[in-house]
């Protein structure tokens, strides 16, 4: 399994600058990816190619681009420029994102979102593959669009799958998905399978699996879930996040959060590793004083 860190969610709080040093720790650290977040701060896929040219050899990636702003050329032609920004280090990871953002605060429909993301690729995959692309459809239609981008080839990608519509629509049309919210019994029992089933359908190869979770190193993990449990509060309240933690059980995303001592830490990612999670996304927080440093430097020893 791949071990990375996301960056981003804080970006308000971060310079670019510090965004782009904190992507040099974490290769320096041995560290396979960086995952970077795509809220309202900086842009994932620019700031990649950024990191793309400060950087050597970790693996880079979006979680998640929402693709109802871009129109599905205008993303392939942004993420192969970071792909060869990087030398074809890059992960484009996409999302529907939610009806509260894209309805209500930017004007959008949301009304089909599953229909809305197999057109989306239907237009994107075939520029990836460095493909002609011409489709016709309800809400695309594109006619002759090729990109001729030099280095852009053979990337991968993701797509925030999280409902069976979805989760078969990755499977069948990209390389794997990019999680957040999913508890483990959910992972193994509903994303893994549904996606690899989709994928073997397909004729397409085992795909990726993303898992992003929230992770704390502490010797007192209640103290450190009530903090989660307020700062991720939002997560609980959106309905695709609802229906995942709901599927599993639980009351809210503090629940799901990875939080304890190193040999719990330990235990909850090989128990991830066996579920079928190819790339895990460690989102530290400080939740007290000291919490992240002693995370990350966890996170780097399971490189070791």
Avoid: C
Wanted: no cysteine.
């Amino acid at each position: 399994m791949r071990i990375g860190i996301m960056l981003g969610a804080d970006g308000t709080t971060m310079t670019l600058d510090d965004v782009i040093d904190r992507a040099r720790e974490a290769e320096a650290a041995g560290l396979d990816n960086i995952w970077m977040a795509n809220i309202f701060s900086y842009d994932g896929i620019g700031t990649l190619g950024l990191i793309g040219r400060e950087t050597s050899r970790i693996g880079l990636g979006t979680a998640v681009t929402p693709t109802y702003p871009r129109h599905p050329t205008a993303i392939a032609q942004q993420a192969l420029t970071t792909q060869a920004a990087s030398g074809g280090r890059f992960t484009l990871g996409i999302g529907l994102s939610h009806k509260v953002v894209i309805e209500d605060m930017l004007g959008l429909s949301y009304a089909k979102p599953a229909a809305h993301m197999r057109e989306y690729l239907s237009v994107l995959m075939p520029l990836v593959r460095g493909e002609e692309a011409t489709f016709e459809g309800e809400e695309y239609r594109v006619r002759g669009v090729t990109m001729d981008i030099r280095g852009g080839e053979n990337m991968d990608v993701v797509v925030a799958a999280l409902g069976p519509a979805m989760l078969r629509i990755a499977g069948e049309m990209t390389n794997g998905t990019n999680t957040w919210m999913v508890g483990k019994k959910t992972m193994e029992e509903h994303i893994v399978k549904r996606l690899t089933e989709a994928a073997g359908a397909a004729g397409r190869p085992e795909p990726r699996v993303v898992g992003g979770y929230p992770m704390i190193l502490t010797n007192d993990p209640d103290a450190a879930r009530e903090k989660l449990a307020h700062l991720l509060t939002v997560y609980g309240q959106l309905p695709s996040y609802r229906a995942m933690l709901d599927r599993e059980g639980v009351d809210g995303p503090a629940d799901i959060a990875i939080v304890g001592d190193e040999n719990f830490l330990r235990s909850e990612i090989s128990r991830l590793e066996s579920a079928g999670v190819t790339d895990f996304n460690a989102a530290i927080m400080e939740v007290e004083q000291g919490a992240a440093a002693r995370t990350m430097e966890f996170v780097t020893s399971l490189k070791g």
